[in-house]
């Protein structure tokens, strides 16, 4: 085993752990539950505001209110 200087192990234990807490604070942020669904909530209100998603959307809503009044009608 090579003679290293304590003061050179000291600072390289130092760095590593520093690097394990910046990997665990970074770990516990991508896994927060809070995030997660603020992210997925942001990719579907972005999703839902193309415009070929919200004219499909109005095609939707429009032909199931359609589908209602005649369902009402015929009672």
């Given at each position: ?71 009402v009608?015929?009672?």
């Amino acid at each position: 085993m090579a003679d290293r200087d304590p003061d050179t192990i000291k600072q390289e234990i130092d760095q590593a752990r520093e690097q394990l807490a910046s990997t665990v604070d970074s770990l516990a942020e991508r896994a927060n539950p809070r995030r997660i669904a603020d992210d997925a909530k942001a990719r579907a209100i972005a999703f839902v505001k193309k415009p070929a998603v919200a004219v499909s959307l109005a095609g939707i809503a429009a032909l199931a209110a359609v589908l209602v009044v005649r369902r009402v009608r015929n009672r």
